[in-house]
Structure formats: structure tokens, C-alpha cells
């Protein structure tokens, strides 16, 4: 009886959780037909996309924009969730993304502070296709601007997101070692309203 109550958290035993699974690949095959084919419209094109057993990560660019559709259904990020963030800048690192991106829903907000939007469930299999048409119509509703390249509503929103609590400047180095101290986008325009 107390293997079987061990095996319940097997998720947690150190192991290699880089395998795709079927249920993420099929769910990252209906993002890129339905949501890949509202941003590569609006001249968005395919960056990567990275597969795991229980994450899923689509990234599409334009310039410095980009459109990143992340899931996870790991047992202890529960309730699984998926989102649509955009963003401007270095998808690729960690920090900045995390500081130069919001959730579709963070607009959402934005628009109708009277209702409550925060990102998506993590649809069953049936369900990913119907889930992932809502997400569609949400981003080309509320995220349209920042899709044909008016960001004025997605720095509004990134800073009532982000703003306040996140520091002025990025202290990075560049290829060659020597520091660079850079401005965040959406600093410079608090400043300057």
C-alpha cells in the first residue's frame, strides 16, 4: 500500500522530463495551425518551439516584437494552464522577457477592468482545438494592435503590469564581456508621460 501512495509523487523524483509527450505535441500542432496562423498573418514568422513532457513553449517574432504561447501541465503547476504573451525585445533570455512581456489578459483587463481574465485551463485533448479558437479570437481581438505593430495599448498595459515593482535598468554584458547598463522601454515612457 505505501508503494502505491509513493508512486503518486514519482513526478517529483529527479528524472528526464524533456521527452515530449503525445498530449503536448498534438497540443502544440493545434496552436501552430490556429493561433500560428492569426500571428503569421499579421507578418509574425515561426521562431521555435520546444516540446517536453509537460511544457510547451511556441515563440513567433517580427523585429523586436514577439508572440510567445507557453503550457504546462506538471503536476505541481496545478491548475494547468496555458497563455498567450506578448512581448517586445529578448524572447530568448529569461529576465528581459519576463520584464518586456504581459498576458493577453493583462489587456483584457485593460479593456473590461470589470471582468476577470487569466490566461487559459489546459484543455483535455477534445477540447484543445475549441480552447485554442477562443484563445484565437481573444489575442485578435484585444492583442490586434500590438499585432499590426500599434504598441500604445500594450505599453499601457505592460506598465500597470509591470511597472512599478520592476527596476529602471538591465545591467547585461555583451558579446564581448563589456557591461551595458540599457533603459527598460516601458520606464522610458512612464517617464515621460
Not at 51 to 69: A, D
Not at 129 to 155: H, I, R
Request: hydrophobic share 30%.
Amino acid at each position: 500500500m505505501l508503494t502505491k501512495i509513493m508512486g503518486i509523487f514519482d513526478f517529483l523524483k529527479f528524472g528526464d522530463n524533456s521527452k515530449p509527450s503525445r498530449k503536448h505535441i498534438s497540443f502544440s500542432n493545434s496552436a501552430l495551425e490556429i493561433v500560428g496562423t492569426l500571428v503569421e498573418k499579421n507578418g509574425f514568422e515561426f521562431y521555435r518551439k520546444k516540446i517536453e513532457t509537460y511544457f510547451t513553449t511556441i515563440i513567433w517574432r517580427k523585429e523586436e516584437q514577439y508572440v510567445k504561447l507557453t503550457a504546462s501541465d506538471f503536476p505541481t503547476d496545478y491548475p494547468f494552464t496555458y497563455d498567450i504573451k506578448l512581448g517586445e525585445g529578448n524572447c530568448d533570455d529569461f529576465f528581459e522577457s519576463e520584464w518586456d512581456s504581459i498576458s493577453i489578459s493583462d489587456i483584457q483587463r485593460l479593456s473590461e477592468p470589470n471582468k476577470k481574465y487569466n490566461g487559459y485551463d489546459f484543455p483535455k485533448k477534445s477540447e484543445f482545438k475549441e480552447s485554442l479558437e477562443k484563445a484565437k479570437t481573444d489575442l485578435s481581438e484585444f492583442g490586434n494592435g500590438f499585432l499590426n505593430g500599434n504598441l500604445e495599448l500594450f505599453y499601457k498595459a505592460r506598465i500597470l503590469t509591470n511597472g512599478e515593482n520592476k527596476p529602471e535598468k538591465i545591467i547585461k554584458k555583451d558579446k564581448n564581456g563589456k557591461v551595458i547598463v540599457e533603459l527598460l522601454p516601458y520606464n522610458v515612457i512612464k517617464k515621460n508621460d
